[in-house]
């Protein structure tokens, strides 16, 4: 009588959760590194704060929920509740429903405390047992960073419960990169720390853990408590009732313009919005279509007071040829900005100062 074999339990899934602060090169890093034969095959979940996102337009929609990435990736954009994604994920891939996959990497929000989310996966009893939790990858801005963890508690618990800690931007002015090193190695002697350039294979593999890492980030992972770990593990950010608030500080929201804007006008809104505000402005992505060349769209990305270059694309990446910018800002009021951009546009003033004092000294506008 031939061997029947009982089904068993499979093989757990690699994990990763790549994180980093609003505008650290999160995406920069995870796009080369999908780029190499040891991520073939492997599910990306892109978790976004706020309700307008841009990322998606750049790539390739192949089912409700799932965007193709390059290299055969495929990618969840998640604004809900990551266990439930994740659980739908394991439902198509068992079902059939997709190709088979080799590994997840999780991309957090840059705003994003990864407490809960370890919470999730070491703790959630049907995840623990289908995935395998690899490491914390935590990219760290040479420039904008010693500023960054002063400030905002969620980028020193990225860079604290991180297994590898990715250092970028060190080639641009202002950048404090052996600073940087020396805090990072200070405050996670555990961890790794690696250039941008970093092989994909020296950011795989191995387990995540707490040796090496300071006291606090067990206290923060619950790791004696895992009931009280599981309890807060659904605890998915500080939003809940506003997907553009994360908390009384900061807000997401979105400008547009139908028309196409004059390259001068979006320059000096650019260098208005850095010069005197940059500290405030945690994050800025968009599509802008100019005038002097409106069917060949620019993507801008800006983190407090560095603005890239922007980079013109070959044509726009849908049927919305409208500019679109996605600000995420720190005590400074959307509605503020607003008639700035409508300001520099040309726009007529609406429930605002008299116009001409907000082009000249837009600082003194209430709200500013």
């Known amino acids: 009588m031939p061997h029947i074999e009982q089904p068993g339990r499979p093989e ?108 999730a996966l070491i703790y959630h009893p049907y995840l623990a047992i289908r995935f395998q939790l690899q490491g914390v990858v935590s990219v760290v801005d040479a420039v904008n960073g010693a500023g960054t963890l002063d400030a905002h508690p ?17 080639d641009l002015p202002g950048a404090e990169a052996e600073a940087l090193t020396r805090r990072l190695a200070a405050l996670n002697p555990g961890a790794r720390i690696h250039a941008p350039d970093v092989p994909a294979e020296r950011l795989l593999g191995g387990l995540f853990g707490l040796d090496g890492k300071q006291d606090d980030v067990r206290a923060w992972l619950g790791a004696e408590d895992p009931a009280h770990a599981h309890h807060h593990g659904h605890d998915h950010g500080h939003h809940h009732h506003d997907v553009n608030r994360h908390d009384a500080a900061i807000r997401a929201f979105h400008l547009t313009s139908d028309a196409p804007v004059p390259r001068p006008a979006f320059e000096m809104f650019l260098d208005l919005l850095r010069s005197a505000h940059g500290p405030k402005l945690l994050r800025l992505k968009g599509l802008v279509a100019l005038a002097d060349d409106p069917e060949r769209p620019v993507v801008v990305h800006g983190v407090q007071h560095v603005v890239h270059a922007p980079v013109t694309l070959p044509a726009w ?31 007529p003033a609406v429930d605002t100062p008299d116009r001409a004092a907000l082009t000249e000294n837009p600082l003194a506008i209430p709200g500013g």
């Open 154 to 170: 969620e980028a020193l618990r990225q860079a604290a419960v991180a297994d590898h800690l990715v250092v970028t931007k060190a």
């Open 12 to 119: 757990p899934i690699p994990l990763t959760v790549l994180t980093g602060f609003l505008g650290a090169g999160k995406t920069t890093l995870l796009n080369r590194l999908l780029g190499d034969p040891a991520l073939a095959d492997t599910v990306v979940i892109v978790n976004e704060f706020g309700e307008v996102g841009l990322d998606h337009l750049l790539i390739e929609t192949v089912d409700e929920g799932m965007i193709l990435l390059g290299a055969g990736c495929l990618c969840c954009t998640v604004r809900g509740d990551l266990i439930s994604t994740l659980e739908d994920l394991l439902r198509r891939r068992d079902n059939g429903r997709i190709n088979p996959f080799r590994r997840v990497v999780i991309e957090t929000t840059g705003l994003a405390d990864p407490a809960p989310i370890l919470h």
């Open 317 to 347: 990446p849908d049927a919305d040829h409208r500019s679109r910018l996605v600000l995420i800002v720190r005590d400074l009021d959307p509605a503020f900005v607003r008639r700035i951009w409508d300001a520099f546009l040309g726009k």
